[in-house]
Structure formats: C-alpha cells, structure tokens
C-alpha cells in the first residue's frame, strides 16, 4: 500500500495524467494520511486538514480541480469532529466525480454524431468516459500525441484497444489532418469566466475549428471550474526537457504543457448540469460558485 507521502510525490511529479484522474489520487492522499494518523479528532484533525489542503492545492495550481478539492478541506476543518466526518466527504467525491463522467459522456453522445471523425488533444478520464461511451456510434478518433509528455499516445491505445478506429499522429502531422475532422473535443485542466486551461496546442486546434465553422467542444465537470482566474506557474508553461538530445550550447528547450484558450473559441461546454454555450459559462459559473 502506498504511503500519502509517495502518493503526494506522484501527484507532484505527474506530468501526463488529466485532472480527474489527479483529483482521484488527491482524494488517496487524504484517505491515507487518516490512515496514517490513526485516531484523530478535534483541533488536531482540524490542524490536520489544513496541512493536507495546503499540500494539495500547491501540487498542481493550474488544475481547479485540486485547489477546490484544498478549499473544501478547509471549509471542512472548521467544523470538523471525527475522521469519519472527513472519510463522508472523501466517498462524496469519489460519487460524485463518477456519476459526473457518466453525464458527460451521455450529453457528448447527443452532440457527436455517428461516424464522425473526431480529433481529441491529450488524455484524461473524461475523454475516456467519452471514448467509451459512444462506441457503438463508430466514431474515428483522430489523436496527436500531445508533445511534450506524449500523453495522446495513453489515450489513443485506450481507444484502440477498445475497438474505436483510431488515428495517432504527431502534433504537427495533426495540423495536416485537421480538414478531415469533422469537430474537435478536449477535456479541461480548469475553467474561469474568460478561459480554459489546457494541453498545449488547445488554442490552435479550436481557433482552426472555430475558423472553420465547425464544432469545438470542451468536457469538464463542474468541480474544475475556477472562482478567478487561474495563472499558469512558470514552471508548468516552461518544462526543459534532461536528455541529451534536447540540449543546446548556448539556448534553451522550451517545452510548454498548458495554455489558455478563450471561451469565445468553443462552441459547446459539457457538463454534468448540462451543455452550456460561451454565452451561458458565466450563468453556470455563478450556480456553480453559489
């Protein structure tokens, strides 16, 4: 069994994993720091939380999912009595997140049509609970790799050894296959009232597909929206790559994994309350941050 302290460096260190699946191993964490303390209650269960919350809302600042996940630690340990208290909200999540994947991926099923040819960016459990979902519908999935950790290539076997027909190309060979999609799906690391944060190479591919006239959509459960606007950390926009083959004498290796896209480029927001337009994000943004 795995120690919080190893599953808090894994959360850290992971570079390739979507925020749904971040946000399950962030929910071990704190299932196996009680684990860890025992018996706890009271002030130190209090002092305990928001350890816990600080450690998670710092792992990864650019995903909502786990600064709320840290935010609602600390609202917990306001009034916190037992560990059972806190072991209520951990199985809360843990349902609630899949039930919101579930309707996800049956509202995406309304909006992709059968044998469309459908290009995705990166690799998450949503993408996958959509992937899944729509099978019998026949759909082509059209996948780069999603440079620099290469994570479309997770999603892209996923598919295929599920049956789907299943297209993976590099980012820029994707760029010359973009005429034969039909529309452009992504998940989303967080959402704010202006934008999305994503896998680099989001904004390009919505901004042709937009262009285009054609469907741009994004799926996301309601718990990576974001009550301001989330910046990217230096060092999550910049990652230099160690080997060999990427050093330089005298430059630098830029290898950036997330972005931000304007809301204005999508067309429809997935969600387990619903499909939302960029007219109606803010509407749900104010539900969701009631």
């Given at each position: 069994m795995e120690s919080s302290r190893e599953i808090l460096d894994s959360i850290r260190t992971d570079a390739v994993s979507g925020s749904s699946v971040l946000f399950q191993r962030a929910v071990d964490f704190?299932?196996?720091?009680?684990?860890?303390?025992?018996?706890?209650?009271?002030?130190?269960?209090?002092?305990?939380?928001?350890?816990?919350?600080?450690?998670?809302?710092s792992a990864h600042p650019t995903m909502a999912a786990l600064t709320n996940l840290a935010a609602r630690l600390r609202k917990?340990?306001?009034?916190?009595?037992?560990?059972?208290?806190?072991?209520?909200?951990?199985?809360?999540?843990?349902?609630?997140?899949?039930?919101?994947?579930?309707?996800?991926?049956?509202?995406?099923?309304?909006?992709?049509?059968?044998?469309?040819?459908v290009m995705v960016i990166s690799d998450s459990g949503t993408l996958r609970a959509i992937v899944k979902e729509i099978l019998p519908k026949e759909v082509t999935w059209i996948v780069p790799e999603s440079r620099p950790d290469c994570e479309g290539r997770n999603l892209a076997k996923y598919a295929d050894g599920l049956g789907a027909a299943t297209i993976l190309t590099t980012d820029l060979a994707a760029f010359g296959m973009v005429n034969k999609a039909d529309l452009f799906l992504c998940g989303a690391d967080s959402v704010s009232r202006e934008a999305v944060i994503n896998k680099v190479g989001t904004r390009a591919f919505a901004a042709w597909f937009a262009s285009a006239g054609k469907d741009v959509l994004c799926a996301f459960d309601t718990f990576k929206i974001s009550p301001r606007e989330v910046a990217i950390p230096e060092l999550a926009a910049s990652q230099p790559q160690d080997s060999p083959e990427f050093k330089l004498l005298h430059g630098k290796v830029v290898s950036p994994i997330f972005e931000t896209c304007s809301i204005s480029c999508f067309t429809h927001f997935i969600t387990e309350r619903g499909i939302f337009s960029p007219d109606s994000v803010d509407s749900l943004i104010d539900d969701v941050l009631v």
């Open positions: 704190v299932e196996a720091s009680l684990d860890e303390q025992r018996e706890v209650s009271g002030d130190v269960l209090a002092c305990l939380l928001a350890e816990l919350a600080d450690k998670i809302g917990l340990a306001g009034r916190v009595q037992d560990s059972d208290d806190v072991r209520r909200l951990t199985s809360e999540l843990r349902r609630y997140q899949a039930e919101s994947l579930h309707r996800i991926a049956q509202l995406a099923s309304e909006l992709i049509p059968a044998l469309a040819k």
